[in-house]
Nanobody, 124 residues
Framework: QLQLVESGGGLVQSGGSLRLSCTTS????????IAWFRQAPGKERAGVSCIGRISTLFNYTDSVKGRFTISRDNAKNTVYLQMNSLKPEYTADYYC?????????????????WGKGTLVTVSS
């Protein structure tokens, strides 16, 4: 059974750090691009960061550049999102998703499988 399970969310003070993990099973991770999304209360879900099948191909939304780092460990079937210098406006449910894209890079579209999310709360 194909699964993506997010973990690592929690409550942190502004300026703090968290590392989210997306642990996968039921498919060969190195054949998929992975993207992280977040959805804040009352807002639409939005892409945060993604990483391609080739781990040197990645993307960050402008608001997190320099603060977040995405990485993947195919041997552990896990993708990570290291989040530093967190801001209260980053409070949201964070989801990871997998897509088997036709190219080695990544995108926020074409995601086929989704996790159930992990809540990140950043207090001011």
């Amino acid at each position: 059974q194909l699964q993506l399970v997010e973990s690592g969310g929690g409550l942190v003070q502004s300026g703090g750090s968290l590392r989210l993990s997306c642990t996968t099973s039921g498919f060969t991770l190195n054949q998929y691009a992975i993207a992280w999304f977040r959805q804040a209360p009352g807002k639409e879900r939005a892409g945060v960061s993604c990483i391609g099948r080739i781990s040197t191909l990645f993307n960050y939304t402008d608001s997190v550049k320099g603060r977040f780092t995405i990485s993947r460990d195919n041997a552990k079937n896990t993708v990570y999102l290291q989040m530093n210098s967190l801001k209260p406006e980053y409070t949201a449910d964070y989801y990871c998703a997998a897509g088997r894209l036709a190219y080695s890079g990544c995108a926020y579209v074409g995601m086929e499988y989704w996790g159930k999310g992990t809540l990140v709360t950043v207090s001011s």
